[in-house]
């Protein structure tokens, strides 16, 4: 085992404990290093325009754009989860044919590529040219499918059938002598899950959960392709136009950077909220 | 008198497996009785068939003369919605082998959970009930603790204040002291003890034939999923009529 410093002994009788050289440590950290400045200055002395990039960081086009990208997040996270948790419940379920509904959905929407789910939605006029509910409204169906529609639709089911995994690994974190304590003292189902299964499943939830959201941001950038006006979709309509490419591209890898770390921040509060019954316990004793 | 709790003829199986076969008993209103048997004679069962964790697969249950689980129209039974079955419940205590207490909640939390939601008491009053209880097991002062920084005495007694708060007209005890220490055993007996000499109804699945003699006024023998022979705690633990019912006595005293 290595020894910190501090973890030498001071000293015993006439001895003196010395710490162990790590050569293979610090030739690690000496090539990291090194790499680091060549990288650096390759990047300073590429065909990359800094002050450009400094220009349109804030540009309105590029912060709409980053805006759009968390808006569709958000909105797809909570189809995704209210899917998620219908189909881990159901999938729970002593019905059949509920529990087979909902291993279906997650098959399908798992087993097909997110861009391609994204495509057939964007693409759905092209089999049913009008929706229509009878005696009340029939419309065209590219007026509804918009971009933001089809990669709302698109995102959101595709992560339902994903998140509902990881729900279910939660709920099935909390044992059965939770729910048995919950409805002995009169709860009814919902209220036992609602109280006392789930708030104890979100410890398990939350850290995958957390993950999905972050590949979500990044995933939206797909929608760019059905022409939705995200983060990359406003880089690309710039650099069309003044051929600034990698400038461009460079602005939107900040803004990607600054949200997603944003994001983990707070993915740390929520899970400290979801630990704090067992911080400054020592022992862990009645995880029956 | 009415009994409180009557079984009639309950069945159990799972699966292949017949836990109770036709068991019939009764308790009568302030009651303490100790089911005492080999493990899977069918104890345990036999409570949570009580308060319907477990459907019996033949037979009726009455807590309060209300049969449990089911509304009975001329001759049929219809199974009761999730919401009366939990009303049912709330009116029967349970205190489990492994405590069971919500880790997520603090000691006051846990005692607190029921009678605000469920009884839909005002919080003041359930807290100032809450704290009477917590007094009544000696922990009073450990309102703001999680579980997990309890002993596993401590916990049990948490559990056991959790089901008084929803003043139960019985409770249930599933091996209360089965998963403590050694040392951790009497904290909760005594409190069992001061329980049953206030005059709640007990039904107590136990492997403590001391606490039995003390505190029962009936003993229950089971094995293999029935029951072999009831009576006052004096004459089964001195006198049991049956030669099963004395090889086990004899066995678990050595």
């Known amino acids: ?288 | 008198m009415t009994p409180i709790v009557q079984v009639s003829n309950v069945s159990k199986s799972f699966g292949a497996l017949e836990a109770l076969k036709n068991v019939s008993c009764d308790v009568m209103e302030g009651e303490v009785v100790c089911i005492i048997g080999p493990s899977g004679s069918g104890k345990s069962t036999l409570l949570r068939c009580i308060n319907h964790l477990e459907r019996p697969s033949s037979g009726i249950v009455r807590v309060g003369g209300e049969i449990i689980g089911y509304r009975a129209e001329g001759r049929r039974l219809h199974g009761l919605s999730d919401r009366q079955l939990a009303a049912q419940r709330s009116r029967i205590g349970m205190v489990f082998q492994q405590f069971n207490l919500f880790p997520h909640m603090t000691v006051l939390e846990n005692v607190v959970e029921g009678p605000i939601r469920v009884r839909k008491e005002a919080r003041e009053i359930a807290h100032e009930r809450a704290m009477q209880f917590l007094g009544r097991v000696g922990l009073a002062h450990k309102t703001d603790a999680y579980p997990s920084q309890l002993s596993g005495g401590q916990q049990q007694r948490v559990a056991i204040a959790r089901a008084l708060a929803m003043n139960p007209s019985v409770m249930l005890f599933d091996e209360p002291t089965s998963a403590l220490d050694p040392e951790l055993v009497g904290e909760v007996l005594l409190v069992m003890k001061e329980l049953a000499r206030s005059g709640l109804t007990m039904i107590i699945v136990t492997h403590e034939i001391a606490f039995a003699r003390d505190a029962a006024d009936r003993i229950i023998f089971m094995d293999a999923g029935q029951i072999v022979e009831s009576g006052p705690a004096s004459s089964i633990l001195s006198g049991a009529q049956h030669e099963r019912t004395r090889s086990f006595l004899a066995a678990v005293r050595h």
Not at chain 1, 4 to 15: E, K, R, T
Not at chain 1, 57 to 76: C, K, Q, R, W, Y
Not at chain 1, 105 to 116: A, E, G, K, N, T
Not at chain 1, 188 to 217: C, D, F, H, K
């Open chain 1, 1 to 288: 085992m290595a020894a910190n410093l501090q973890d030498v002994p001071q000293a015993g009788d006439d001895y003196i404990f010395v710490g162990k050289i790590h050569y293979g440590r610090y030739l690690a950290v000496g090539t990291i290093l090194l790499l680091l400045v060549l990288l650096v200055r390759a990047f300073a002395v590429g065909k990359i325009a800094w002050p450009v990039v400094g220009e349109y960081l804030f540009d309105p086009d590029i912060m709409a754009g980053i805006v759009n990208s968390i808006f569709l997040t958000i909105l797809v996270m909570a189809v995704g989860i209210t899917l998620a948790v219908g189909t881990a419940l159901m999938v729970a379920s002593t019905n059949p044919v509920l529990r087979y509904t909902a291993r279906t959905y997650m098959f399908v929407f798992r087993s097909i590529p997110i861009l391609l789910q994204l495509l057939i939605w964007y693409n759905l006029a092209l089999i049913f040219p009008r929706m229509t509910i009878p005696f009340v409204l029939s419309v065209p169906t590219t007026e509804v499918l918009t971009p933001f529609v089809a990669a709302l639709l698109a995102f959101g089911i595709a992560q339902g059938a994903y998140t509902a995994e990881v729900i279910r690994s939660g709920l099935l974190s909390v044992g059965q002598g939770q729910t048995e304590a919950a409805v002995s003292i009169g709860m009814t189902y919902w209220q036992s899950l609602r109280r006392v299964i789930m708030p104890q499943a979100m410890r398990v939830i939350v850290p995958p959960l957390g993950n999905e959201t972050i590949g979500m941001i990044k995933y939206t950038s797909l929608a760019s392709i059905i022409q939705y006006r995200e983060i990359i979709y406003s880089a690309q309509s710039i650099y069309f136009a003044n051929g600034r490419v990698i400038e461009l591209l460079m602005v939107c890898a900040f803004w990607y950077a600054i949200v997603i770390g944003l994001l983990s921040i707070g993915q740390g509060y929520v899970e400290r909220h979801y630990n704090r019954s067992s911080r400054g316990s020592a022992a862990q004793r009645n995880d029956q």
